[in-house]
Nanobody
């Protein structure tokens, strides 16, 4: 079982930056594919970014490609989402997620992730 806790959300102006962190429990973090999803009010949950167990493969939604960077530090059991050039449309609750340990490559589908954090709010003002 994996427990995930996100942090780092807040209020920023358009064009600004934030770094989200997700701390994972347990001793199997290096075997878990990690991902970030977001959900805005009245909208469906959408994929943002994913990273393989080793960190060598990353995936991004088209809407954030070139602006967001996902990374991980397996020694610290932590995954990060660096968000630059933020836009008001990035406003959402951001969730950290982990795949089951039998997988090692990221997925764009929320159904591919078994464990979820509680979310952290990101608000971008215009």
């Amino acid at each position: 079982q994996v427990q995930l806790v996100e942090s780092g959300g807040g209020l920023v102006q358009a064009g600004g930056s934030l770094r989200l962190s997700c701390a994972a429990s347990g001793r199997t973090f290096s075997r878990n594919v990690m991902g970030w999803f977001r959900q805005a009010p009245g909208k469906e949950r959408e994929f943002v970014a994913g990273i393989s167990c080793s960190g060598g493969i990353t995936l991004y939604a088209d809407s954030v490609e070139g602006r967001f960077t996902i990374s991980r530090d397996n020694a610290k059991n932590t995954v990060y989402l660096q968000m630059n050039s933020l836009k008001p449309e990035d406003t959402a609750n951001y969730y950290c997620a982990a795949r089951r340990s039998e997988f090692c490559n990221p997925s764009r589908e929320s159904t591919g992730y078994a464990y979820w954090g509680q979310g952290t709010q990101v608000t971008v003002s215009s």
